[in-house]
């Protein structure tokens, strides 16, 4: 089906991501493979192209655009050339993080901050998850305690995305430890602040370019200037910018998904076994259009999605629902795709070997899949209306 999603200011601002994923990073993909890390100086290209800081106003170097579609473009054209480990970076800055600074920040944090991200000179984490604590956010034990002009935080958080090389990270705290959810704060913690360490760099099965990171927090004074939002509604403000999140890792996933039929379907065309394409086999047609038909109707519905996270009426219900059906979608379609490869579909040289590997995680951050179902029961629940006893 024709899609209607985007104009032609999206499609001029296609070819110069297609450029600039040509220029700065299909070169330079191998080597950040390799080196488990990519360039910083990758943002500052970024940036120079207006990919970075999209929704940021104009007068902090943002690009002024809040439409959730030119991040869209981006992850399209990411997709297309297996880019999987420098977009998770990007969109942990440009889809989690700069919301954060744009809807909670001062207008002192603001310019304190953003320009920067904007710029590509300072990259950025969120630190929620703990090693005892992964989607259920309210068994955090990091702790901040006010101490005049500054917070004490003491803590350790994991599988942190952006860790090893972010200049200024959001940290989930417990600023009240008898207030449950209402007790929670978030702060900004800053590269060089005392008593802030990274440990181990994870070793991943997949996004091995991507870094990963611990973090650790002893005693570390972060200036009560640095609380972000109000104090006590940490868990709130996450809760409520969740939907963004969820949507950012959701058109990934479709991204991906489409990128692997597309990818796919040529390799089938042209691979011959018994005398004939791979692609001739009713099997492989069978598959093929099974998945394929999936794929059209996610889009749908992802496109829907899209339009009301613009219009300020996506419902955390609907970003779950997204989440987990393109998330497991990709993890379904990378695998039945990686089949149809055979032998070839087990090595790094295809493109979908790469991708079997990077997209095992997206059912898990975010939110699990479990989490997502549970929001969704949970609300069907709370709506039902029960009938009346015959």
Not at 117 to 135: L, N, Q, V, Y
Request: charged share 25%.
């Amino acid at each position: 089906m024709q899609r209607t999603l985007y104009d032609q200011d999206h499609e001029d601002f296609r070819d110069v991501v297609r450029e600039f994923v040509v220029r700065e990073v299909v070169p330079h993909q191998q080597r950040w493979e390799a080196e488990r890390l990519i360039d910083r100086g990758v943002w500052r290209a970024a940036a120079k192209q207006g990919l970075l800081g999209l929704a940021a106003p104009e007068e902090y170097g943002g690009g002024g655009q809040a439409d959730f579609r030119y991040r869209t473009v981006v992850m399209e054209e990411f997709a297309k050339a297996g880019a999987a480990s420098l977009e998770s970076g990007f969109s942990v800055q440009d889809d989690i993080v700069l919301p954060y600074f744009l809807d909670l920040g001062t207008e002192e944090q603001k310019r304190r901050w953003v320009p920067g991200m904007c710029a590509g000179e300072t990259i950025t984490a969120i630190a929620m998850t703990e090693p005892g604590a992964g989607s259920d956010l309210q068994g955090i034990r990091t702790t901040a305690i006010r101490d005049g002009n500054v917070w004490v935080l003491d803590g350790a958080k994991t599988f942190i995305s952006n860790g090893i090389q972010a200049d200024l990270v959001i940290v989930l705290a417990r600023t009240d430890p008898t207030a449950g959810a209402r007790g929670m704060s978030l702060f900004v913690v800053e590269r060089d602040m005392p008593g802030f360490t990274r440990g181990r760099k994870l070793d991943k099965i997949g996004l091995h370019a991507q870094d990963t990171a611990e973090l650790f927090f002893d005693s570390v004074r972060v200036p009560a200037a640095n609380l972000l939002g109000s104090e006590g509604r940490g868990f709130m403000h996450l809760m409520e910018r969740l939907p963004r999140e969820r949507m950012s890792i959701a058109v990934w996933a479709q991204c991906v998904t489409e990128t692997a039929l597309e990818q796919t379907l040529d390799y089938c065309t042209g691979r011959t076994a018994f005398g004939k394409p791979v692609a001739d086999f009713q099997h492989s047609r069978f598959l093929l259009a099974e998945l394929s038909t999936e794929s059209d109707i996610t889009r749908v519905y992802l496109d829907r999605a899209i339009e009301a996270l613009n219009d300020g009426t996506l419902t955390a219900v609907d970003a779950a629902k997204a989440k987990w059906w393109a998330t497991e979608l990709q993890t379904k379609t990378v695998d039945r795709c990686l089949q149809l490869h055979g032998g070839y579909g087990y090595t790094a040289e295809y493109a979908i070997g790469r991708a079997y590997l990077d997209a095992r995680i997206q059912t898990i951050y975010g939110g699990t899949t479990e989490i997502m179902k549970e929001i969704i029961g949970r609300d069907l629940a709370a709506t039902a209306t029960p009938k009346a006893e015959l």
